[in-house]
């Protein structure tokens, strides 16, 4: 289920565009999703991270005081924090979905992942890392790759489930004691074969219509 009452992790993912990257019919299939968010104040910060499965199977909530020195650091080190709590309870073979509401920081994540493609390790995109940030953003990358496939997605602040636990850690201190589980997706229902090869996948409404950008290997499939 979702937190908060907001919509599940798999529908926010599939509503909200992607960086540098297509957001073809088979971007719904993906293993596992994490949103996170980090909060910046004079009297100290917060982070939080959500992780579902597609199937919309909660496998964690965190809630974190913290003390970034900015508001871009707080970002980035949510998401190292979200993705190393996901990386210890997902297989090596998942398809991952990130969610943030930081528009660089789910830029450089998916120049990341197209560079982790290119010949020569190059993103066609520039990746503008702000310097207080670079420690996370290696850890970052290190997790990025050790899933199969990874996409990052734009979301908005008032749709993201990991804002209030970032922006109030002292509210929901209790969901750190609930015991985060090891849970794998429910298998995707089988379908014919579609005319554009999706593995049978009907495109969801928003993206039905929608030309697709070039692009190789996991960054486009």
Do not use: Q
């Not at 971007?27 to 919309?56: C, K, N, P, Q």
């Not at 201190?173 to 298998?187: A, I, M, Q, S």
């Amino acid at each position: 289920m979702a937190a908060h009452g907001r919509p599940a992790l798999r529908d926010l993912f599939d509503e909200s565009p992607t960086p540098h990257i297509a957001h073809p019919p088979r971007t719904h299939h993906r293993d596992f999703y994490v949103a996170t968010d980090g909060s910046f104040r004079e009297a100290g910060g917060g982070l939080g991270a959500v992780i579902e499965t597609r199937d919309g199977t909660r496998v964690a909530r965190l809630s974190t005081t913290d003390t970034p020195p900015d508001n871009n650091v707080a970002e980035y080190r949510a998401l190292h924090l979200g993705l190393d709590v996901l990386a210890a309870r997902a297989p090596p073979e998942a398809r991952v979905g990130v969610l943030v509401d930081h528009d660089a920081l789910a830029s450089n994540v998916n120049g990341a992942v197209l560079a982790a493609d290119h010949p020569d390790g190059r993103s066609p995109h520039p990746v503008d890392v702000p310097p207080a940030s670079a420690n996370h953003w290696r850890g970052i990358r290190a997790r990025l790759t050790g899933f199969a496939e990874a996409r990052a997605a734009r979301i908005e602040s008032d749709r993201n489930p990991a804002h209030p636990l970032a922006n109030a850690p002292g509210r929901y201190e209790h969901v750190n004691r609930t015991p985060d589980r090891c849970v794998l997706p429910e298998l995707p229902r089988s379908s014919p074969a579609s005319a554009d090869g999706a593995d049978g996948e009907i495109p969801p409404p928003s993206r039905a219509n929608r030309g697709r950008s070039g692009g190789s290997g996991r960054a486009s499939d």
